[in-house]
């Protein structure tokens, strides 16, 4: 085997890989058949308290979000410009979200009530967590275009944290109640239970999964961890979840006690607090540089930190006791519902609700116990959320000796992405960081 | 006469503070945001004002800001890092959007402050959890005010300020009732000067004013066909300037709907023996909401349509914030709103700056429309 000079480490694919496609295509699948089977079936951005509905029918119920077919859209370029220019002519402003506008798109011309084989599939009901008021509003538009119901959660972390989960507990019971008389349906709470632990042994394992990335050699990249990680965002309450990740983490200890690294080189590590969405090659960009992402918002978005008594940032604890606790809707409820689920931010994300120490620190802080270089920090010119303090991160990174470029741009609408100046930009960070591109003969 | 006073503290913004801590020896409050409950800080003595957006070249807040944030909140962050807000003594925010939590934010970490704090609102009305959730969070504020200053605020000070407020609502919603006459009694442009002196100068004080002012003699103008009854429909719009461009290309600015009119003191007054639950109703269920909290639209597209029927209104102008998502999101359903009217519609959207020349010619255009002029 011809090893490049610039290769530091062994490296291999994920074995879990595929498992994961499986995973995501089995969930599409559902999504189109929970409607003859007669499950609920609901839409909404798929973030926030995933485990609730399953206590209706057999506890499979499709979560279509707005638009299922987004991801495959916004990896075609003319679709993408197509879809947000079809909402543009609708008169919605030129700096709404460019990521709901292509949801919108879909519901608007009716893609998205619409399966592969071209039945017509309207949801039960809209639900949501809102935790933007962006995403609020695209409900309520969802809700009224397709004349159902609007259950939703407002996120609200007061200053008070145990009245805030109050308020949600509260506002969650109620949800239940009204989806009981939409649907007709009876709620089981077994099932929700079940879910529930689900969702938190999957926390756990993701959780662990990424702390491992502390190791050097990472084994796996920023990349691939968005990647993996997208069953616990779409279905981290059903045991296949639970299955997958901890299977995932027994190849994670594997490469790790092997030295088995996510690209074979490491010659800098980064932190990346973005997803760019329309160029997601630009994730591996530093990787020209012989740098390789290891933490970050994305590759970190289900995971929960605690500090240890040194300090040390540490995958959440107390998982498995706190899933042999629930035993009724109200300790299930109350196990996940707001602040009940535990631990760090991931980082980045500026929501409205959030402290500024919070949401400035701990992507710094992330960075250190992550042992990175540097800090790629961005901010998606129409979202409120998406590293809203990103210029005060940099400020403060760099004032503690870390380096930090902070870049915005559109990173939904490929129509406004300037890839290229990204890319500049990306040149002079990596260089400020001692690296030149690996050159051809190193390859 | 009194318009005259009103456009000089307006103007002089900073000395008036500056003059009142003198005469008085009290704080001042910076507030970020309308729905700051400013009656539980005129309560405790402190004079609230509002922080206002001046400076149109953030120099100094985009190290802190970036660009795709609303130039007011923006300009808000510029003026606290320039330090004219030096004689403020402590800020409040409450959650209302993003940029204003970052604009709060920001100024917290670099502008040497007494004190601060940042309230949380719940939105949802459609159940009681939220109101009750707001109750909470102004108590929790009036409790953590009163220990910065070493006094618990009483209830008696509080139903005063509670009834100070009211009073200054009732007033300003009477003047507005002398922008329905044709031609409109008083111009849009004296009118937001009117209420942005409110935001500025003791309440008291600007009462006086008020009844003063409803007390003179309106002298109507000749009634001339050739202009056109507006509505302006915004965000957040400090900038008395827009304003006087329409009425200077034959717009009669009528009413508006902005954060920094209308939305600052309408709704309906709340009597309450308990001056907390009338803080609670009033800015919970009465005062307009902006759409970073009226997640909905409906009820806003309500009172847009009312306040058009009211003030019989001939154009609207929506005037969008560049980089404010919510406002954005609600263009269409305002559009659609006025062309079922039969209302002329005209969007513009700002930035930093109002380009004059481009709308003016935006704006003479909608209004020869609107009079079924042919350009």
Same mark, same amino acid.
């Given at each position: 085997?011809?090893?490049? *000079?610039?290769?530091?480490?062994?490296?291999?694919?994920?074995?879990?890989?595929?498992?994961?496609?499986?995973?995501?295509?089995?969930?599409?699948?559902?999504?189109?058949?929970?409607?003859?089977?007669?499950?609920?079936?609901?839409?909404?951005?798929?973030?926030?308290?995933?485990?609730?509905?399953?206590?209706?029918?057999?506890?499979?119920?499709?979560?279509?979000?707005?638009?299922?077919?987004?991801?495959?859209?916004?990896?075609?370029?003319?679709?993408?410009?197509?879809?947000?220019?079809?909402?543009?002519?609708?008169?919605?402003?030129?700096?709404?979200?460019?990521?709901?506008?292509?949801?919108?798109?879909?519901?608007?011309?009716?893609?998205?009530?619409?399966?592969?084989?071209?039945?017509?599939?309207?949801?039960?009901?809209?639900?949501?967590?809102?935790?933007?008021?962006?995403?609020?509003?695209?409900?309520?538009?969802?809700?009224? !275009?397709?004349?159902?119901?609007?259950?939703?959660?407002?996120?609200?972390?007061?200053?008070?944290?145990?009245?805030?989960?109050?308020?949600?507990?509260?506002?969650?019971?109620?949800?239940?109640?009204?989806?009981?008389?939409?649907?007709?349906?009876?709620?089981?709470?077994?099932?929700? %239970?079940?879910?529930?632990?689900?969702?938190?042994?999957?926390?756990?394992?993701?959780?662990?999964?990424?702390?491992?990335?502390?190791? #050097?050699?990472?084994?796996?990249?920023?990349?691939?961890?968005?990647?993996?990680?997208?069953?616990?965002?779409?279905?981290?309450?059903?045991?296949?979840?639970?299955?997958?990740?901890?299977?995932?983490?027994?190849?994670?200890?594997?490469?790790?006690?092997?030295? %088995?690294?996510?690209?074979?080189?490491?010659?800098?590590?980064?932190?990346?607090?973005?997803?760019?969405?329309?160029?997601?090659?630009?994730?591996?960009?530093?990787? *020209?540089?012989?740098?390789?992402?290891?933490?970050?918002? !994305?590759?970190?978005?289900?995971?929960?930190?605690?500090?240890?008594?040194?300090?040390?940032?540490?995958?959440?604890?107390? #998982?498995?006791?706190?899933?042999?606790? #629930?035993?009724?809707?109200?300790?299930?409820?109350?196990?996940?519902?707001?602040?009940?689920?535990?631990?760090?931010?991931?980082?980045?994300?500026?929501?409205?609700?959030?402290? %500024?120490?919070?949401?400035?620190?701990?992507?710094?802080?992330?960075?250190?116990?992550?042992?990175?270089?540097?800090? #790629?920090?961005?901010?998606?010119?129409?979202?409120?959320?998406?590293?809203?303090?990103?210029?005060?991160?940099?400020?403060?990174?760099?004032?503690?000796?870390?380096?930090?470029?902070?870049?915005?741009?559109?990173?939904?609408?490929?129509?406004?992405?300037?890839?290229?100046?990204?890319?500049?930009?990306?040149?002079?960070?990596?260089?400020?960081?001692?690296?030149?591109?690996?050159?051809?003969?190193?390859? | 006469?009194?318009?005259?006073?009103?456009?000089?503290?307006?103007?002089?913004?900073?000395?008036?503070?500056?003059?009142?801590?003198?005469?008085?020896?009290?704080?001042?409050?910076?507030?970020?945001?309308?729905?700051?409950?400013?009656?539980?800080?005129?309560?405790?003595?402190?004079?609230?004002?509002?922080?206002?957006? $001046?400076?149109?070249?953030?120099?100094?807040?985009?190290?802190?800001?970036?660009?795709?944030?609303?130039?007011?909140?923006?300009?808000?962050?510029?003026?606290?890092?320039?330090?004219?807000?030096?004689?403020?003594?402590?800020?409040?925010?409450?959650?209302?959007?993003?940029?204003?939590?970052?604009?709060?934010?920001?100024?917290?970490?670099?502008?040497?402050?007494?004190?601060?704090?940042?309230?949380?609102?719940?939105?949802?009305?459609?159940?009681?959890?939220?109101?009750?959730?707001?109750?909470?969070?102004?108590?929790?504020?009036?409790?953590?005010?009163?220990?910065?200053?070493?006094?618990?605020?009483?209830?008696?000070?509080?139903?005063?300020?509670?009834?100070?407020?009211?009073?200054?609502?009732?007033?300003?919603?009477?003047?507005?009732?002398?922008?329905?006459?044709?031609?409109?009694?008083?111009?849009?442009?004296?009118?937001?000067?009117?209420?942005?002196?409110?935001?500025?100068?003791?309440?008291?004080?600007?009462?006086?004013?008020?009844?003063?002012?409803?007390?003179?003699?309106?002298?109507?103008?000749?009634?001339?066909?050739?202009?056109?009854?507006?509505?302006?429909?915004?965000?957040?719009?400090?900038?008395?300037?827009?304003?006087?461009?329409?009425?200077?290309?034959?717009?009669?600015?009528?009413?508006?709907?902005?954060?920094?009119?209308?939305?600052?003191?309408?709704?309906?007054?709340?009597?309450?023996?308990?001056?907390?639950?009338?803080?609670?109703?009033?800015?919970?269920?009465?005062?307009?909401?902006?759409?970073?909290?009226?997640?909905?639209?409906?009820?806003?597209?309500?009172?847009?349509?009312?306040?058009?029927?009211?003030?019989?209104? $001939?154009?609207?102008?929506?005037?969008?914030?560049?980089?404010?998502?919510?406002?954005?999101?609600?263009?269409?359903?305002?559009?659609?709103?006025?062309?079922?009217?039969?209302?002329?519609?005209?969007?513009?959207?700002?930035?930093?700056?109002?380009?004059?020349?481009?709308?003016?010619?935006?704006?003479?255009?909608?209004? $020869?429309?609107?009079?079924?002029?042919?350009?």
């Amino acid at each position: 085997m011809v090893i490049a *000079k610039h290769q530091q480490y062994e490296t291999k694919p994920i074995d879990c890989w595929a498992k994961m496609k499986e995973l995501r295509r089995a969930r599409f699948r559902n999504n189109w058949e929970a409607r003859s089977r007669g499950d609920l079936v609901i839409m909404g951005e798929h973030m926030g308290n995933k485990a609730l509905w399953t206590g209706f029918g057999t506890g499979h119920y499709a979560n279509m979000s707005f638009s299922p077919y987004w991801t495959g859209v916004i990896r075609n370029p003319d679709e993408t410009v197509r879809l947000l220019s079809y909402v543009d002519s609708k008169g919605y402003g030129q700096q709404v979200c460019g990521a709901l506008k292509i949801h919108l798109a879909h519901i608007l011309m009716g893609v998205a009530t619409k399966s592969p084989s071209g039945e017509t599939i309207i949801p039960d009901f809209i639900y949501q967590d809102n935790f933007c008021p962006q995403v609020a509003r695209l409900g309520h538009i969802v809700s009224k !275009h397709l004349g159902v119901p609007y259950l939703y959660t407002e996120s609200f972390r007061g200053s008070d944290p145990e009245k805030s989960r109050e308020y949600q507990l509260e506002q969650v019971k109620e949800n239940i109640e009204r989806a009981e008389k939409i649907t007709g349906m009876k709620y089981d709470d077994e099932k929700l %239970i079940e879910a529930i632990k689900n969702e938190l042994q999957t926390a756990k394992l993701v959780s662990q999964i990424c702390e491992l990335n502390k190791s #050097i050699p990472a084994p796996l990249d920023g990349r691939q961890l968005a990647s993996l990680g997208l069953p616990a965002v779409t279905m981290s309450h059903q045991k296949e979840s639970v299955e997958f990740y901890k299977m995932l983490l027994d190849e994670v200890k594997y490469r790790v006690q092997n030295q %088995i690294s996510a690209r074979g080189f490491e010659r800098k590590r980064l932190m990346m607090d973005t997803f760019p969405w329309v160029a997601p090659h630009l994730f591996r960009y530093p990787e *020209k540089y012989g740098a390789v992402v290891v933490a970050g918002d !994305h590759p970190f978005l289900n995971a929960r930190f605690e500090a240890d008594e040194n300090g040390d940032w540490v995958a959440i604890t107390g #998982i498995d006791e706190l899933c042999s606790s #629930i035993r009724t809707r109200e300790d299930a409820l109350r196990a996940t519902v707001g602040g009940g689920r535990v631990g760090k931010s991931k980082g980045g994300h500026g929501s409205q609700n959030w402290r %500024i120490e919070q949401v400035v620190g701990e992507p710094i802080e992330m960075a250190k116990q992550w042992h990175c270089d540097g800090m #790629i920090l961005a901010g998606e010119r129409d979202c409120f959320q998406q590293m809203s303090f990103g210029l005060e991160t940099k400020l403060l990174a760099t004032s503690q000796g870390m380096p930090a470029m902070f870049f915005y741009s559109v990173l939904a609408d490929i129509r406004q992405f300037d890839a290229v100046g990204l890319q500049k930009r990306f040149d002079i960070f990596l260089g400020s960081l001692g690296l030149t591109k690996i050159s051809a003969d190193e390859e | 006469m009194t318009f005259d006073k009103f456009r000089h503290v307006v103007e002089n913004r900073h000395d008036y503070a500056r003059e009142w801590k003198s005469a008085t020896g009290g704080k001042v409050c910076g507030c970020l945001c309308g729905n700051v409950p400013e009656e539980i800080i005129y309560a405790s003595g402190m004079l609230p004002v509002r922080i206002l957006g $001046e400076e149109k070249t953030p120099t100094l807040a985009a190290a802190h800001m970036q660009d795709n944030r609303c130039a007011f909140c923006r300009g808000c962050l510029e003026e606290g890092l320039r330090g004219r807000y030096d004689y403020i003594d402590g800020l409040v925010y409450v959650h209302s959007c993003i940029a204003t939590s970052q604009t709060y934010s920001s100024w917290v970490l670099h502008v040497p402050l007494a004190w601060s704090y940042r309230m949380d609102r719940p939105s949802r009305r459609d159940t009681p959890l939220g109101k009750e959730n707001y109750r909470d969070c102004l108590e929790g504020f009036r409790l953590s005010l009163g220990e910065w200053l070493g006094s618990p605020i009483s209830e008696e000070a509080l139903a005063q300020s509670v009834a100070t407020y009211r009073t200054n609502r009732q007033l300003m919603r009477q003047v507005y009732e002398l922008r329905k006459m044709h031609p409109p009694l008083i111009s849009g442009s004296d009118a937001k000067r009117m209420v942005l002196a409110s935001m500025l100068m003791d309440k008291e004080k600007h009462n006086d004013l008020l009844q003063q002012l409803l007390q003179e003699k309106h002298e109507p103008r000749e009634l001339d066909s050739s202009r056109v009854r507006v509505m302006i429909i915004g965000a957040g719009m400090d900038d008395v300037g827009f304003t006087e461009l329409v009425e200077s290309v034959g717009g009669d600015v009528v009413i508006d709907d902005h954060c920094l009119g209308l939305r600052y003191f309408w709704g309906n007054p709340v009597i309450d023996e308990d001056p907390m639950a009338a803080i609670t109703s009033y800015y919970f269920d009465e005062k307009p909401d902006c759409p970073s909290q009226d997640w909905f639209g409906d009820r806003r597209m309500e009172r847009l349509l009312w306040l058009a029927k009211e003030y019989d209104v $001939e154009t609207v102008i929506w005037l969008a914030q560049a980089f404010c998502g919510t406002h954005q999101w609600d263009i269409v359903d305002g559009a659609a709103l006025f062309e079922k009217e039969g209302i002329p519609f005209l969007q513009l959207e700002r930035d930093v700056t109002i380009p004059e020349g481009i709308f003016r010619n935006r704006i003479e255009a909608t209004l $020869e429309i609107a009079k079924g002029q042919l350009v």
